[in-house]
């Protein structure tokens, strides 16, 4: 088994097409049938399927890929680490959800780019549910996830920060007026939500299925902008992390409810593959990630409570306690 064949076949497996497949690898398209054949020869076994014009891989194909993918991952690695020794270089392909990209890693990639001016990131959006697929794939590096610590055999993952979510609604919604916001209270109201492979989308699932709670209707959005335009335009009640909403929380526009039921608050992870080496450059943006945003540095509006006074419920005095920002 020869690199140049692994290399072909990762293209053809992307691009499946012959003739962009050896555009992409700066070959002949003859010679992309011949070590394609000469490696489904050496193993055994078909690894696309030829229907008419179109190219699929086989079952046998894509169980390889991501071995495949690994083994010129590891190759080219090793070469790095020959040509740079320690110094962080080359390119990182990492995931990330719209809302940590926008609101927590602006001050990261600043710091990054001045210290390891080498190294080029590229993001690219993903799926909770694909996340560890990607990883094996080869096609993301690391990846930051919000949601539950992921516990996987397949992975490292780091915890670097808690995230406070919030149901907020505009100010002039009917339940802003309840002093706390109970899971009973959600049923028959409109819900504006991100799709369902989100992390804290699906602990409010649970929460609504476990306890037969059912809304008038939910709408998914791909953006959270989206979602905060239409809860400020009173469409519905909102979810999302509490930094999402530092801007609108603090000029009042929009309210952000005290929840009083099971905890909906996530955590931001950074993740990698168990058998991808950590190279000096995923180190390094490892390292800058924890130290510009470290979870006891954090502040959100729920951490900056107020004395307020409110009257007891028999009339007798007042009391002073503690509530949330809302």
């Known amino acids: 088994m020869e690199v140049r064949q692994l290399e072909i076949f990762c293209a053809l497996a992307n691009e499946l097409n012959f003739t962009r497949t050896a555009e992409r690898v700066h070959t ?16 055994g076994v078909p690894l696309f399927d030829r229907l008419a014009k179109h190219v699929v891989l086989t079952d046998a194909g894509r169980s390889f890929l991501p071995y495949a993918t690994r083994a010129l991952a590891t190759m080219d690695e090793g070469k790095q680490l020959l040509i740079s020794g320690s110094e962080p270089v080359g390119t990182l392909c990492i ?4 809302s940590v990209l926008t609101y927590r890693l ?11 001016p080498k190294v080029e990131l590229r993001f690219r959006p993903h799926w909770h549910e694909a996340l560890i697929e990607s990883l094996e794939s080869g096609d993301l590096d690391m990846a930051i996830s ?5 516990r996987a055999e ?62 008038e209707g939910t709408t998914e959005f791909t953006s959270v902008e989206a979602i905060k335009q239409c809860v400020m335009a009173g469409m519905g009640l909102g979810l999302l992390p509490e930094i999402v909403l530092m801007k609108e929380l603090t000029a009042g526009l929009v309210t952000g409810f005290q ?22 450059a995923m180190k390094a943006f490892l390292d800058t990630l ?21 009257r007891d419920s028999d009339g007798s005095g007042s009391r002073l306690v503690e509530s949330a920002f809302v």
């Open 95 to 98: 995931g990330s959800p719209e």
């Open 146 to 150: 919000m949601g539950e610590t992921i």
């Open 290 to 310: 924890k130290e510009t945003i470290p979870e006891d540095r954090i502040e959100t509006p729920s951490k900056r409570r107020s004395a307020t006074k409110l």
């Open 259 to 280: 929840w009083d039921g099971p905890d909906l608050d996530i955590a931001t992870n950074i993740l990698w593959h168990r058998d991808k080496w950590l190279s000096p």
């Open 28 to 43: 002949v398209q003859s010679n992309v049938t011949t070590q394609i054949k000469a490696l489904e020869q050496e193993l």
């Open 154 to 215: 397949k992975v490292h993952a780091v915890r670097l920060c808690g995230e406070k979510v919030l149901l907020f609604a505009h100010p002039a919604h009917p339940l802003v007026a309840k002093e706390v916001l109970r899971p009973a209270d959600l049923t028959g109201q409109v819900l504006l939500l991100t799709e369902s492979g989100c992390g804290y989308r699906k602990k409010l699932d649970d929460v609504l299925a476990t306890l037969n709670i059912k809304p």
């Open 106 to 116: 602006p001050a990261v990639l600043d710091r990054f780019r001045i210290l390891y």
